[in-house]
């Protein structure tokens, strides 16, 4: 799939921009503060409700205005014609209003509709930084893979929003019984996590399975010395044998349950979840070392870009061909790793390039420039 439109009103810096845009590379170039990530951003929030750059909304409404648009028309494959025109409405302390080819639709309905995988600086945190990082990184891949698991992750928002506020009630009277609502309560909602909490822990794992080839061969390309690169899941949860069971979300179920049984009295006194997918990590490795601590930043970079790129590869094996956004890359690496990049999505459906400098990206056999100034995006002529 591809944008073949993007349509802007009232988003970041933008007050009104249209942009046609063709499958093969499209590379936005500008100096920094013009305007060129919020056009990427733009087509992966609509593909996600997500945002590499912010956590919350607010940010992507142009300031004075009320609510921002998104709009693009995505076409299933070069040779495939069929379009669908996605559409989101944010707005100011209002729920975001979405609409598929002009009908009313769920937000979270329209995820899938668009297909990205997004590669930006920041993503050198995956490597360097918190838990809650690779987590992010595993979970991208994972809604990319089955968009409904973002209505998914979202449920477990929820349910760990109203559990811990129980917990937070109950706490510090765990040397007594809870009341008999209070426990009745407590049980539906240990339920309800374990429940979601296996179909996510499901799905990172056999993502983490899967991906792992791809990574390897991604840094092979992308590293000028070959390492092998290690991916490990990490839990507190016993997952021997796990994968083994006839049922695996229900076996999966059942340990959460007892864990959260076995950690019940920690729990009462903390007023808070302790047990659950988020809290667990991935340990990355490069060789016999951990990546964390141990890498440099040359190869920190390389991992991080290497985790995106093995899943780009992972989605398109899956039968998906998604659109790749390269956010300011090229400007970090060398010549070398420029045109080792370059070589390795040239065939991607469509590749959306942000630069400050022009001349940091290769130059593909098929592609389109854009300016990008002030707001304003205009296509470059030779």
């Given at each position: 799939?591809?944008?073949?439109?993007?349509?802007?009103?009232?988003f970041?810096?933008?007050?009104q921009?249209?942009?046609?845009?063709?499958?093969?590379?499209?590379?936005?170039?500008?100096?920094?503060?013009?305007?060129?990530?919020?056009l990427?951003?733009?087509?992966?929030?609509?593909?996600?409700?997500?945002?590499?750059?912010?956590?919350?909304?607010?940010?992507?409404?142009?300031?004075?205005?009320?609510?921002?648009?998104?709009?693009s028309?995505?076409?299933?494959?070069?040779?495939?014609?069929?379009?669908?025109?996605?559409?989101?409405?944010?707005?100011?302390?209002?729920?975001n209003?979405?609409?598929?080819?002009?009908?009313?639709?769920r937000?979270?309905d329209?995820?899938?509709?668009?297909?990205t995988?997004?590669?930006?600086?920041?993503?050198?945190?995956?490597?360097r930084?918190d838990?809650a990082?690779?987590?992010?990184?595993?979970?991208?891949?994972?809604?990319?893979?089955w968009?409904?698991?973002?209505?998914?992750r979202?449920?477990?928002?929820?349910?760990?929003?109203?559990?811990?506020?129980?917990?937070?009630?109950?706490?510090?009277?765990?040397?007594?019984?809870?009341?008999?609502?209070?426990?009745s309560?407590?049980e539906?909602?240990?339920e309800?996590?374990?429940?979601?909490g296996?179909?996510?822990?499901?799905?990172r794992?056999?993502?983490?399975?899967d991906?792992?080839?791809?990574?390897?061969?991604?840094?092979?390309t992308?590293?000028?010395?070959?390492n092998?690169v290690?991916?490990?899941?990490?839990?507190s949860?016993?997952?021997?044998?796990a994968?083994d069971?006839?049922?695996?979300r229900?076996d999966?179920?059942?340990?959460?349950?007892?864990a959260?049984?076995e950690?019940?009295g920690?729990?009462?006194?903390?007023?808070?979840?302790?047990?659950?997918?988020?809290?667990?990590?991935?340990?990355?490795?490069?060789?016999?070392?951990p990546?964390?601590?141990?890498?440099?930043?040359g190869?920190?970079?390389?991992?991080a870009?290497?985790?995106?790129?093995?899943?780009?590869?992972?989605?398109?094996?899956?039968?998906?061909?998604?659109?790749?956004?390269?956010?300011?890359?090229?400007?970090?690496?060398?010549?070398?790793?420029?045109?080792?990049?370059?070589?390795?999505?040239e065939?991607?459906?469509q590749?959306?390039?942000?630069?400050?400098?022009?001349?940091?990206?290769?130059?593909?056999p098929?592609?389109?420039?854009?300016?990008?100034?002030?707001g304003?995006v205009e296509?470059?002529?030779?």
């Amino acid at each position: 799939m591809f944008v073949t439109q993007l349509s802007l009103t009232d988003f970041r810096n933008y007050t009104q921009a249209s942009v046609d845009l063709a499958a093969g590379v499209n590379v936005f170039v500008g100096s920094n503060g013009q305007g060129k990530t919020n056009l990427v951003e733009a087509v992966e929030y609509l593909s996600t409700l997500s945002s590499h750059r912010v956590a919350t909304s607010a940010p992507l409404i142009r300031a004075g205005a009320h609510s921002a648009i998104i709009r693009s028309c995505v076409q299933a494959a070069r040779d495939d014609e069929r379009t669908i025109t996605v559409e989101l409405e944010i707005a100011t302390g209002k729920a975001n209003v979405a609409r598929l080819n002009r009908a009313p639709a769920r937000p979270r309905d329209i995820v899938g509709a668009l297909r990205t995988v997004v590669f930006s600086p920041v993503d050198i945190a995956i490597v360097r930084e918190d838990p809650a990082d690779r987590r992010g990184w595993l979970d991208s891949l994972v809604v990319t893979r089955w968009p409904r698991m973002a209505g998914v992750r979202q449920d477990l928002d929820r349910v760990l929003k109203q559990r811990n506020a129980l917990l937070k009630s109950m706490s510090g009277r765990s040397m007594r019984a809870p009341a008999g609502d209070e426990e009745s309560t407590l049980e539906a909602w240990n339920e309800q996590l374990a429940r979601i909490g296996a179909e996510i822990l499901h799905a990172r794992l056999d993502t983490l399975a899967d991906v792992r080839p791809h990574v390897q061969r991604a840094y092979e390309t992308i590293a000028p010395v070959n390492n092998d690169v290690g991916l490990q899941y990490k839990t507190s949860l016993d997952l021997a044998g796990a994968a083994d069971a006839t049922d695996v979300r229900a076996d999966l179920t059942e340990r959460l349950l007892a864990a959260m049984q076995e950690r019940r009295g920690e729990e009462l006194a903390r007023g808070v979840t302790l047990v659950g997918p988020q809290r667990d990590d991935v340990d990355l490795a490069i060789g016999a070392l951990p990546a964390k601590g141990y890498a440099s930043h040359g190869e920190s970079w390389s991992l991080a870009l290497s985790l995106r790129l093995g899943g780009f590869s992972l989605v398109r094996d899956d039968g998906t061909e998604p659109v790749l956004v390269l956010d300011d890359v090229f400007a970090e690496l060398d010549t070398s790793r420029r045109e080792r990049l370059a070589h390795a999505v040239e065939d991607a459906e469509q590749v959306l390039i942000t630069a400050a400098v022009g001349a940091d990206v290769p130059d593909f056999p098929s592609e389109r420039r854009f300016r990008v100034s002030a707001g304003t995006v205009e296509e470059a002529t030779a």
